[in-house]
């Protein structure tokens, strides 16, 4: 019989119910922007990363409510979830502002 790695007890779950897997994934995106950005300088790339708090998707949309609320109990201003258009907006502003790069932008309502 084999002895089972911690790793493969895929989700393994926060507290708040989140996977470890999209807390280390996020960490890889912003860990990898200021290197590809300084990498991507020389074509005039520009890179920029969001780290997104909690959206109206699929996914938020199966998570029970006592979950949901525990998270927006933990927001500062405004306490709900985030809407598509505000996303949308954020994206925006940052392609349009040229003079953005190498930076990831919190949208999250400050639960960091």
Known sequence: MRTRHRSEDAPIKRSHG????????????????????????????????IAPGLFETGMSAGMPAKVSDGLIEKMLFPRRIGHAGEFGALVRHLVESAYMNALTVDIDCGTR
């Open 18 to 49: 989140v996977s470890f897997g999209v807390g280390e994934t996020k960490a890889s995106v912003i860990g990898m922007t200021i290197p590809v950005a300084r990498d991507l300088v020389e074509y005039g790339i520009r890179v920029l990363s």
